[in-house]
């Protein structure tokens, strides 16, 4: 089952433009993971945000985490045409053994027109 | 991505048929995965590893067999290839701290005819 949902599943900016995407998630976690995928690629992992962290930053990079509100959000400043891809928000939640993997969302499409 | 490769990229088989898929990676990272990409689904894990003969279920094990007897490799098997499981395969792996993000491989399109 889907841990996070990512809002809104499709976003149509101006290059130049900020970008902001946004996960809402259902348990508690010990971190959400940011990742980006291009059309027929792999997944790119952009940020780790941990569960006692607030904001965090990366280049053009912005994300903030609300455990109270079960919700993260990604800011991709001053955006480029080359920032046309699929953005997915994962939750982490280790039970002790450390490797239960992450749970992903369906993703944000976003398309950067030039 | 450098570091973490899965062949073959593209596979096409018939129902019934046994397929495996693999992955390798040159990190000697402890962690392994596999998931699934399907429209309308994102990623689902199918299975996940923690070291070499150490494996476990995801959220979607049903029809698929994993081993792990070298670090480095993460073969998934598929015993008896059904339609519902034509997707794209990804593979993943993680070194051994759990603040630490995923590596991934670029993929097999799996279709099953």
């Known amino acids: 089952s889907q841990q996070g949902e990512e809002d809104p599943q499709a976003l149509s900016i101006q290059e130049g433009e900020n970008a902001t995407m946004n996960c809402s998630y259902k348990t508690s976690i010990n971190n959400l993971q940011w990742y980006r995928q291009n059309s027929g690629r792999g997944l790119v992992h952009l940020i780790l945000?941990?569960?006692?962290?607030r904001e965090k930053h990366s280049g053009r990079l912005r994300v903030t985490l609300d455990t109270s509100k079960k919700s993260s959000s990604l800011l991709i400043t001053a955006s480029r045409a080359a920032d046309t891809a699929s953005y997915f928000c994962?939750?982490?939640?280790?039970?002790?053994?450390?490797?239960?993997?992450?749970?992903f969302g369906k993703g944000t499409h976003l398309i950067i027109q030039p | 991505d450098a570091g973490i490769t899965q062949s073959p990229r593209y596979k096409i088989t018939e129902t019934g048929r046994q397929v495996t898929l693999m992955c390798h990676q040159t990190w000697s990272h402890s962690y392994m995965f596999w998931y699934r990409q399907d429209l309308g689904h994102g990623l689902r894990l199918i299975y996940y590893?923690?070291?070499?003969?150490?494996?476990d279920k995801g959220e979607v094990p049903d029809g698929y067999v994993v081993s792990r007897s070298k670090t480095e490799n993460f073969p998934l098997t598929l015993e008896s290839a059904t339609r519902s499981q034509t997707s794209v395969y990804f593979c993943?792996?993680?070194?051994?701290?759990?603040?630490?993000?995923?590596?991934f491989g670029s993929g097999t399109r799996l279709t099953v005819v």
């Open positions: 945000i941990r569960s006692n962290e």
């Open positions: 994962a939750t982490a939640q280790y039970s002790g053994g450390g490797a239960d993997g992450l749970t």
């Open positions: 590893s923690a070291a070499a003969d150490i494996t």
């Open positions: 993943a792996s993680r070194g051994a701290g759990v603040n630490y993000g995923y590596t």
